[in-house]
């Protein structure tokens, strides 16, 4: 079992930058296939970017192509969200989630054991 903390989120014009930096505890932070979702108000939760177990494949939805990077670190159990050129859409909670099933879907929340609480943020116009 692994334990994720979001942080990082916050207020931003538009135009603006935020990294979210999500770090694992427990179980071998290696094993597991990352994903970040998000979800605004009244809307369901989607897709943003997953990545591999080491690092060399990643996934985003094509709302954040060239916006957004992904990428983790696992020496130091987190991985990370890089988002620039925020717009005010992206305003939502944004959730770390990990995957360790055989048959891990990158873009499928079902397909995620894991998830933290979620960071909010916001984006201003």
């Known amino acids: 079992q692994v334990q994720l903390v979001e942080s990082g989120g916050g207020l931003v014009q538009a135009g603006g930058s935020l990294r979210l930096s999500c770090a694992a505890s427990?179980?071998?932070?290696?094993?597991?296939?990352m994903g970040w979702f998000r979800q605004a108000p009244g809307k369901e939760r989607d897709f943003v970017a997953a990545i591999n177990r080491s690092g060399t494949n990643t996934y985003y939805a094509d709302f954040v192509k060239g916006r957004f990077t992904i990428s983790r670190d696992n020496a130091k159990n987190t991985v990370y969200l890089e988002m620039n050129s925020l717009k005010p859409e992206d305003t939502a909670v944004y959730y770390c989630a990990a995957s360790d099933v055989a048959g891990w879907s990158p873009r499928s929340s079902t397909t995620y054991r894991y998830w933290g609480q979620g960071t909010q943020v916001t984006v201003s116009s």
């Open positions: 427990g179980r071998t932070f290696s094993a597991y296939y």
